[in-house]
Nanobody, 118 residues
């Protein structure tokens, strides 16, 4: 059974940093793409970042240069390092696992809340 569980959310001041983690289980982690999405209050859910099995990454323009996605295949974990946080980064952040190769099912976690406020 595929599971992804996010952690690391919390309250941070504007300009601060936070690292989110997503622990995965139930599948061959190294072969799946892993994505982060977010949903701000009263807004549509939006894509944030992706890392595929070969380590290639892509980011939404709104976070490029501030956020970094990475993965540790030995720990079955994907990370989202968030720097220079802005109030508009406040959202529930979701991790997804996309796979297996050739099928591209997307499995969602329950999310972790990030609040950027002074």
């Amino acid at each position: 059974q595929v599971q992804v569980v996010e952690s690391g959310g919390g309250l941070v001041q504007p300009g601060g940093s936070l690292r989110l983690s997503c622990a995965a289980s139930g599948f061959t982690f190294s072969t799946y793409a892993m994505r982060w999405y977010r949903q701000a209050p009263e807004k549509e859910r939006e894509f944030v970042a992706v890392i595929i099995s070969d380590g290639s990454t892509n980011y939404a323009d709104s976070v490029k240069g501030r956020f970094t996605i990475s993965r540790d295949n030995a720990k079955n974990t994907v990370y989202l390092q968030m720097n220079s946080l802005k109030r508009e980064d406040t959202a529930v952040y979701y991790c997804t696992a996309v796979g297996p190769p050739g099928r591209a099912m997307e499995y969602w976690g329950k999310g972790t809340l990030v609040t950027v406020s002074s």
